[in-house]
């Protein structure tokens, strides 16, 4: 079983970016990746994710335009580039893995997460 460590959170401006990554310890070429992202007070909500052959790159309708979820299988490591980030962006944010390759939004398809990293929207 893969396991899963995001990095490149932390604190930016409203309108900024940053770029979330996401290593896994083994193969992930056959495995569907999401991103999903948690705010105090909420439930763990779909972001982004992506199928294992790279395509099938769907967003939640709140991120679209402003985010893109990537893959290097050669490095087993999924990005997510956030752009024109909003104050409602803070989270934390999580990766997951799906062994089955879809690309799905629910939580419940993805058996491995990550711990997550904060990411912090200031105005």
């Known amino acids: 079983q893969v396991q899963l460590v995001e990095s490149g959170g932390g604190l930016v401006q409203a309108g900024g970016s940053l770029r979330l990554s996401c290593a896994a310890s083994g193969i992930i070429g056959r495995y569907g990746m999401g991103w999903f992202r948690q705010a105090p007070g909420t439930e763990r909500e779909f972001v982004a994710a992506i199928g294992w052959s790279g395509g099938s790159a769907n967003y939640a309708d709140s991120v679209k335009a402003r985010f893109t979820i990537s893959r290097d299988n050669a490095k087993n490591t999924i990005y997510l580039q956030m752009n024109s980030l909003k104050l409602e962006d803070t989270a934390v944010y999580y990766c997951?893995?799906?062994?089955w390759g879809r690309g799905a939004q629910r939580a419940n398809d993805y058996e491995t997460w990550g711990q997550g990293t904060q990411v912090t929207v200031s105005s």
């Open positions: 997951a893995a799906d062994r």
